[in-house]
């Protein structure tokens, strides 16, 4: 009788758990439905770095990465009489050792006067193929902006060259491939995951949890920057230096054909596509200090594995120039496209450069100076 007790008051506690969990799934439905967006970053997350200055030349104290409720890097856009401008890119867009303040997004804010509202969703490793979906999927749940600033370039080269011959030539978007890279580059409910993550009661705890503590960081970079050194390490002992270039023929043309989709999303949506092309630290050559912090360039995955050819910084820096005068020259007949020659206005030194193409501190102060000047002049 003790055990027939025992078992009916567990089978009672674990009903009770049920209809307690099904009660609150029910609550939260009605009054905090689960968020259906699809997001670049979590929203509300928080992590800080503590970059070791001696691996990022230019940047100091630590640095706090924030994403907002609407699931950007920056101030949440607010109802005012401001201009709402959105950041897309990789990595130079995305300034993931600068704190919230420091980077050119943010800076680009504080040099209008207050007269833009920025936000940023930039994120390492991001082409102009993730940059059309972010454009057609994410921007249309932030609500109404007013353009789009889009620096990009970098990453469709450097992918061009890692790839070497196993470069897909003739890449098209099809609404097959459309789908795998929805689901690839979103973090969203809509994606498939087990069922209790999709529970209203985990979905609260976690953005609660978001919130208040300090996320572990999942991604190859860690707080101090220390992988750096094996990425450096890694091109210090190239097996061999590579001075000539492929043929960029196909590559161009993908890009081009990327953003003319980019430019008639922005058609479609309503808004400004502002253009920015891409500025290195890449020149025919470079002393012995800027070649030590040089990284990028290398064919196969040269960031996990030793022993691999890099294109050398004189190639690297032709290359860029390709894909520069590539965007020039697609933007010369649109009127409706605001085109930054960014490449033509920063010095190729280590006064705003940590790496290859990073900017540091005073860098990206630089970048929001030219990007605003530009901004400022074509909303008057």
């Not at 098209?172 to 087990?194: G, P, Y």
Request: net charge neutral; charged share 25%; with cysteine.
């Amino acid at each position: 009788m003790k055990y027939k007790n025992k078992l009916q008051k567990a089978g009672l506690i674990f009903i009770s758990l049920l209809l307690s969990l099904f009660l609150a799934e029910v609550v939260l439905y009605l009054v905090y439905p689960q968020d259906e967006k699809l997001y670049v970053w979590q929203p509300n997350l928080h992590h800080t770095f503590h970059p070791d200055s001696t691996i990022f030349y230019g940047v100091n104290g630590a640095s706090n990465f924030t994403i907002n409720p609407q699931g950007f890097r920056g101030n949440e856009f607010r109802n005012n009489t401001a201009k709402r401008y959105l950041c897309i890119g990789g990595s130079t867009t995305e300034c993931l050792y600068l704190d919230d303040e420091e980077t050119w997004c943010a800076r680009l804010e504080q040099v209008s006067n207050k007269q833009f509202q920025i936000g940023s969703i930039g994120k390492s490793g991001c082409t102009t193929r993730e940059h059309f979906i972010q454009t057609k999927y994410f921007v249309p749940q932030v609500g109404k902006i007013d353009g789009i600033v889009l620096m990009v370039g970098l990453n469709d080269m450097m992918k061009r060259l890692s790839r070497d011959s196993l470069f897909e030539n003739d890449f098209r978007f099809t609404h097959a491939i459309e789908d795998s890279f929805v689901n690839q580059i979103f973090l969203s409910n809509k994606c498939e995951m087990v069922w209790w993550r999709k529970l209203q009661v985990f979905q609260l705890a976690q953005n609660l949890l978001h919130r208040t503590k300090n996320v572990e960081w999942e991604n190859i970079q860690d707080d101090r920057g220390e992988v750096y050194k094996t990425w450096r390490s890694n091109r210090q002992n190239a097996t061999k230096a590579i001075d000539s270039l492929p043929d960029f023929g196909p590559a161009l043309s993908e890009f081009e054909r990327n953003l003319q989709m980019i430019y008639d999303e922005t058609q479609k949506q309503g808004f400004k596509l502002v253009l920015v092309n891409q500025a290195t630290l890449y020149r025919d050559s470079l002393n012995e200090f800027e070649s030590s912090l040089l990284w990028m360039g290398g064919v196969g995955d040269f960031q996990k594995d030793k022993s691999h050819s890099y294109y050398s910084s004189k190639a690297l820096n032709v290359a860029m120039q390709l894909y520069n005068e590539r965007m020039k020259e697609f933007c010369s007949n649109k009127p409706s496209i605001k085109f930054i020659d960014l490449a033509a206005q920063l010095p190729k030194d280590t006064s705003v450069f940590y790496d290859d193409c990073h900017f540091n501190e005073r860098g990206a102060k630089k970048v929001a100076e030219i990007i605003s000047i530009s901004l400022l002049d074509s909303s008057k």
